[in-house]
């Protein structure tokens, strides 16, 4: 056998191979950004005919964020402002003095902020507070840590969660969307 | 070949080398960004090769079976029915669709009357199990009038009527008379010799109508053991090693809560699913009941043995320090039919009770698991030479103002007398077994009262150890 021949046919094979999976991931890559781009308009359009006035900058993107252990510690409430990556902690519920003792071992997308947009906006008109003429004021993540269903925990979790100030107060929205 | 020419071949190999590369980053890259993806654990029910896997045809056996002499003595098989059960079914099994049956209900005075009067044979088991799936799991032909019955309770066979079997569905009790089958049905009567410990029913020993068997001399080489907690060794892993399984892929996402004391929470969004493991080794999970297609009480049973497979597991040697199924029953109907099943744990073939209920509790819809409890533990039996328990009958004379105020939140007994009555009156069931008490398994009696309430108290000192409600 010509193994030099043969070598060319091989390194051909993954030329084309190479290309084809490529050709594919980049399809792939601008599909998302397209479908991201498109979702975004698509809500803030929908959203704008239901009477919510968007005048924060929205993010079309998503991340990739882990959760985070955090330790608690009720008896002080020198709670210093703690943030993870550039995100902020916010306790809610309860005032603590709380430390980031890690974060999970991986990480999952967040949803959009156009999707957490439209959770606020179902979940509010599901409770029926939901009014026209709403401002939605900005929509950054964040990690939060509720502790109203865990009062007398010791350690407990903080989630990224869209942070959604509008002109009728701050909501936050699981940003892992379960 | 010359130089440049061998160079030239070994660019080529080292443009292979990263081509491959190449490739296989890229598959990564596409399979990882996906918008979907695939979830292989929900494909495939992720449970070991070693893993034991019990079949539902294990679990439904009889929890006890009583033998009448026909002059109101019996005695009772508590610790291992099965083979008792397993040559009768076999007998039914071959001749089933062989005889023309027919099926009619005898009143409770009939009942009563062949099982003390007659030799008779009683198979009690642990629950409602659907008569019409059992027969057809079971493979035994129906006929015109099965249909009547609707639960298997007990298998009864009584020289009153040699030719029968009777099948007790809740309340009622049902006669299969098998045209020319007498032979083989009464061989199983002949057997029955008398055996310690003797039995008579409660109404005999201690005034009444209750027909609750109780023993008049009871002898037990039962002796303090050992128990520890299956999470005792390293709580931290094992509780991982449940959350892994009960959460899957998304246990990296889920909000983990610890509290002062060593309890920790697992919930899942906002507490659709959540997972407590109790610092002593304990567990229980949660998570919406879903309505749907109901898969039957075996396809439940089913479902509810594989789930304990997978979280938890069945131990290695069920057999020998296993579970037993002790309880089965159906609630609601049509696509909110919901199953509960309850396994307790045996040691050296001997039932463990525990105030804090069975080892394993599963509550199930639509085949589904909505709950799941379970506080398994690692037994070591021994036994020592027989020694003379305290009359089962003293225990109940002793306790029963105890037994009264707790039954009845009357701190206040207006009368030894009326407790005793009142106890004698509720009592259903009589036998002795292990008790979880403090870490280490006791011997005792266990005194089952009307409504489910089961009290226990030290076998040979009669001393109160807990109780269920």
């Known amino acids: 056998m010509d193994w030099s021949k043969a070598k060319n046919l091989i390194i051909a094979a993954l030329l084309v191979t190479n290309l084809v999976i490529g050709g594919q991931y980049l399809s792939m890559l601008h599909a998302e950004t397209s479908r991201a781009e498109e979702s975004l308009k698509a809500a803030t359009e929908f959203l704008e005919e239901q009477g919510v006035k968007i005048s924060a900058d929205i993010s079309v993107s998503s991340e990739k964020l882990p959760v985070l252990f955090v330790s608690i510690d009720r008896g002080s409430e020198d709670s210093d402002e703690l943030e993870y990556k550039g995100r902020p902690l916010v306790v809610r519920a309860a005032q603590a003095s709380v430390k980031i003792l890690e974060p999970g071992q991986q990480a999952a997308w967040t949803i959009s902020a156009s999707e957490a947009l439209l959770k606020l906006y179902a979940s509010l008109k599901q409770e029926g507070s939901f009014y026209s003429g709403m401002e939605v004021k900005s929509a950054d993540l964040v990690y939060v840590l509720n502790l109203k269903d865990s009062q007398s925990a010791a350690q407990d979790t903080a989630i990224p969660a869209w942070r959604i100030v509008t002109s009728r107060g701050t909501y936050y929205i699981d940003a892992y969307a379960r | 070949m010359s130089e440049n020419k061998r160079r030239f071949e070994r660019i080529k190999d080292a443009v292979i080398v990263v081509l491959f590369i190449m490739t296989i980053l890229l598959l990564y890259l596409v399979w990882r960004g996906y918008p979907q993806k695939i979830n292989l654990s929900e494909i495939f029910e992720l449970i070991s090769p070693g893993t034991v896997l019990p079949r539902a045809e294990e679990f439904i056996k009889p929890d006890f079976v009583v033998y009448g002499y026909g002059d109101a003595a019996f005695s009772a098989e508590i610790q291992d029915a099965s083979p008792i059960y397993d040559s009768l079914l076999k007998m039914v099994q071959e001749n089933s669709g062989k005889y023309a049956v027919g099926v009619t209900e005898i009143s409770a005075e009939q009942k009563a009357q062949m099982m003390r009067e007659y030799k008779s044979l009683r198979l009690v088991f642990p629950g409602d199990i659907p008569f019409a799936e059992f027969c057809e799991r079971s493979g035994i032909e129906r006929q015109s009038g099965y249909e009547s019955v609707q639960f298997l309770n007990e298998i009864i066979i009584s020289e009153a009527a040699p030719e029968s079997i009777f099948v007790v569905s809740g309340d009622s ?215 003379e328990a305290v009359d089962a009958a003293n225990v109940l004379a002793g306790n029963c103002n105890l037994m009264y105020n707790i039954l009845t939140g009357d701190l206040l007994v207006p009368s030894s007398d009326k407790a005793f009555s009142y106890v004698v009156e509720k009592l259903e069931r009589v036998s002795s077994g292990y008790v979880l008490n403090r870490g280490m398994l006791e011997p005792a009696w266990i005194i089952g009262l009307e409504g489910g309430n089961n009290f226990f108290f030290g076998l040979y000192d009669a001393e109160p150890l807990g109780f269920t409600r």
Request: proline share 3%; hydrophobic share 35%.
């Open chain 2, 173 to 387: 009790c049902y006669r299969f008379w098998p045209d020319g089958a007498e032979e083989f049905i009464g061989s199983y009567l002949d057997g029955i010799k008398s055996q310690e410990p003797i039995f008579y029913a409660a109404g005999d020993i201690l005034g009444g109508e209750n027909s609750t068997l109780l023993p008049l001399h009871f002898s037990s080489s039962l002796v303090r053991s050992v128990w520890k907690s299956e999470a005792q060794e390293d709580p931290v892993r094992t509780n991982k090693e449940m959350a892994v399984s009960i959460f899957g892929e998304n246990f990296d996402f889920v909000r983990r809560i610890t509290d002062n004391f060593g309890n920790l929470t697992y919930m899942y969004g906002y507490g659709q699913k959540t997972l407590s493991c109790s610092a002593e080794g304990s567990y229980e999970y949660r998570m919406m009941p879903s309505a749907g297609a109901d898969p039957g009480f075996y396809g439940s049973l089913e479902s509810a043995i594989s789930f304990v497979a997978g979280h938890g597991g069945w131990g290695d040697e069920r057999k020998a320090s296993g579970y037993i199924l002790t309880h089965a029953s159906v609630e609601g109907s049509g696509r909110d039919k919901i199953y509960n099943f309850e396994f307790s744990q045996v040691a050296g073939g001997v039932r463990i009770y525990s105030e804090k209920g069975p080892a394993i509790r599963l509550r199930l819809s639509a085949g589904e698991v909505f709950y799941y409890s379970r506080r398994a533990g690692l037994a070591n039996a021994t036994m020592a030479e027989e020694k």
